[in-house]
């Protein structure tokens, strides 16, 4: 979660970033899709996808055999979403382990 202070910009965690090019796939509630993973936080991810979504929309995020995730979006900019996940959970730590390892 982003905290916004005038220009700065505080974080709700440590942003380390794993940089990925997974496919995966995004669902809401009545469309599914195919998409890439380019980087993983314990906070979110970015996805490329051609899935149209709307800002604040909850996704559920899956990478092939490793997890899902339920976030929503943060932010989109044409194919590209910014997903925040809706909790830091265990289940994220597992999926951040195993792609680092992939």
């Known amino acids: ?3 916004h202070l005038g220009e700065m910009v505080k974080r709700g ?3 380390t970033e794993i940089g990925v090019d997974l496919d995966g796939a995004i669902a809401t509630g ?4 195919r998409a890439t993973v380019e980087n993983i936080s314990p906070g979110g ?4 996808t051609r899935v149209p979504l709307l800002l604040g929309q909850p996704i559920i995020l899956s990478i092939g ?3 899902t995730a339920d976030g929503r979006v943060a932010w989109t900019n044409r194919y590209i979403v910014g997903m925040r996940f809706d909790h830091e959970v265990d289940t994220i730590a597992d999926l951040l382990l195993a792609v680092a390892i992939y």
């Open 1 to 3: 979660m982003a905290i």
């Open 13 to 15: 965690h440590v942003r």
């Open 30 to 33: 009545d469309r599914t899709g």
């Open 45 to 48: 991810a970015r996805i490329i």
């Open 65 to 67: 055999n490793l997890g």
